[in-house]
């Protein structure tokens, strides 16, 4: 038993559930790689799909307002994170990487560039390069205390690269920061001096670990919102990416006019059940989410010391948010790729060379998982040493 009831895995259960993380490598492969937690969805959402479900009312809903979900979305961010928005600030997308190279094709020109603070989740490096624009890096500097944006070294590339967007990712995958709110004034400053917008992926927002808290980039006042693109979704928060529901909100007229470009029926109609699903986890599921986020907090401790001993060489910087943890294998003899060795020995982990720069020799952990499974996963790692 976990001490945590969210974490009480049936084992067989979980290695036979539908779904690529741990259908793609086989029931042998421990599975710790895509970010999907290991969890049971939460009882509210449960009820309220299943309610939907056996009402028969799955035709077309959701279209005359006010929205119920945007509604939702308006109280949550109000009430969780003192964020005033309005209703017609808001697109409703299916993910929030949809929102990401809306953004970017958008607000941005072929040739352009694109800042990211690397290491960085690779659809943000896919999205930019797959319509044509530059890659600009301004990679996060690690310190023993933990990461630092290098605002600098931001200002120089913003002044010699002339981007059009810069993609921050708060909380940050894979490193786990959470950026402060001086950070980000600090950011809205220099992007409002050099003209360049802010596309801010806010989806780990509810996986927080005390005593950080979230602060939305566009909530720092009128300089922020008015360069902001802020995408975010609950589907992170409550394990369940499969319901595809994203919100993407900019209070920013000149902004909204250039993403309205896009017919709203090239974007895709949203899910009914996504909708329903995201009301009864913002509304009704804190309680839930509490114990998730305690439980997560109970195995990045874990890890730490499940590394110190099994793998002590391991670099390993507790993520202040989200369930990923970043670490550094590269004193273990495994190369550049070290989840290559791990796979072999039973372990899938993401590879960290997907990540950009400073990925070599790094591998991202998912530990949204039992304490448990969790250990099972760090001695079999330590299997892979030469």
């Given at each position: 038993?976990?001490g945590f009831?969210?974490?009480?895995?049936?084992?067989?259960?979980?290695?036979n559930?539908?779904?690529?993380?741990?259908?793609?490598?086989g029931?042998?492969?421990?599975a710790?790689?895509?970010?999907?937690?290991d969890?049971?969805?939460?009882?509210?959402?449960?009820?309220?799909?299943?309610?939907r479900?056996?009402?028969g009312g799955?035709g077309?809903?959701f279209?005359?307002?006010?929205?119920?979900?945007?509604?939702?979305?308006?109280r949550?961010?109000?009430e969780?994170y003192?964020?005033?928005?309005?209703?017609?600030?808001l697109i409703r997308?299916?993910?929030?990487?949809?929102g990401?190279q809306?953004?970017?094709g958008q607000?941005?020109?072929?040739g352009?560039?694109?800042?990211?603070?690397?290491?960085?989740?690779?659809p943000f490096l896919?999205?930019?390069e797959?319509v044509?624009?530059?890659i600009?890096?301004?990679?996060?500097?690690?310190?023993?205390?933990?990461w630092?944006?290098d605002?600098?070294?931001l200002?120089h590339?913003f002044?010699?690269?002339?981007?059009a967007l810069?993609?921050?990712?708060?909380?940050?995958?894979?490193c786990?920061?959470?950026f402060?709110?001086?950070?980000?004034?600090?950011?809205?400053?220099?992007?409002?001096q050099?003209?360049v917008?802010?596309?801010a992926?806010?989806?780990?927002?509810?996986?927080?670990?005390?005593p950080?808290?979230?602060?939305?980039?566009?909530?720092?006042g009128?300089e922020?919102?008015?360069?902001?693109?802020t995408?975010?979704?609950a589907?992170?928060s409550?394990?369940m990416?499969?319901?595809?529901?994203?919100?993407?909100h900019?209070?920013?007229?000149?902004i909204?006019?250039?993403l309205?470009e896009?017919?709203?029926r090239?974007?895709?109609?949203?899910?009914?059940l996504?909708?329903?699903?995201?009301?009864a986890?913002?509304?009704?599921?804190?309680?839930w989410?509490?114990?998730?986020?305690?439980?997560?907090?109970?195995?990045r401790?874990?890890?730490g010391?499940?590394?110190?001993?099994?793998l002590p060489?391991?670099?390993?910087?507790?993520p202040?948010a989200?369930?990923l943890?970043w670490?550094?294998?590269?004193k273990l003899?495994?190369?550049?790729d070290?989840?290559?060795?791990?796979l072999e020995?039973?372990?899938?982990?993401?590879?960290?060379?997907m990540?950009?720069?400073?990925?070599?020799?790094h591998a991202?952990?998912n530990f949204?998982?039992?304490?448990?499974?969790?250990?099972?996963i760090v001695?079999?790692?330590?299997?892979?040493?030469p």
């Open positions: 038993m976990s009831v969210i974490f009480d895995l049936d084992v067989d259960r979980l290695r559930r539908p779904g690529i993380k741990w259908g793609r490598h029931a042998d492969v421990l710790a790689w895509v970010a999907d937690m969890v049971e969805l939460a009882p509210v959402i449960v009820e309220a799909v299943s309610e479900l056996a009402s799955l077309y809903d279209y005359d307002k006010p929205v119920p979900v945007i509604e939702c979305f308006i949550r961010m109000r969780t003192g964020w005033e928005t309005q209703a017609d600030e997308l299916q993910d929030v990487i949809q990401l809306l953004a970017i607000l941005s020109d072929p352009d560039g694109v800042v990211v603070q690397t290491p960085i989740y690779p896919t999205s930019i797959m044509g624009r530059r600009v890096n301004n990679p996060l500097v690690q310190t023993a205390s933990g630092d944006v605002l600098d070294h200002e590339v002044a010699t690269e002339s981007p810069l993609l921050l990712c708060n909380p940050h995958n894979p786990g920061k959470v402060s709110a001086q950070e980000q004034a600090d950011i809205a400053s220099l992007a409002t050099y003209g917008v802010v596309v992926d806010e989806i780990h927002l509810d996986l927080i670990y005390s950080r808290h979230h602060v939305p980039f566009a909530s720092l009128p922020a919102a008015d360069c902001a693109v995408l975010t979704a589907t992170k409550f394990n990416a499969g319901f595809r529901l994203a919100f993407c900019t209070h920013s007229a000149s909204r006019e250039r309205d896009v017919p709203t090239l974007l895709g109609g949203t899910n009914i996504g909708q329903v699903a995201t009301i986890g913002w509304d009704h599921g804190q309680p989410l509490d114990e998730l986020v305690a439980g997560l907090d109970h195995n401790q874990l890890l010391q499940l590394l110190a001993t099994h060489d391991v670099g390993y910087m507790p202040e989200t369930y943890a670490l550094d294998c590269s003899g495994l190369g550049e070290p989840a290559v060795a791990f020995h039973g372990v899938a982990l993401n590879s960290g060379l990540f950009g720069p400073g990925g070599e020799g991202r952990l949204a998982t039992s304490p448990e499974m969790l250990t099972q001695e079999r790692m330590s299997t892979a040493l």
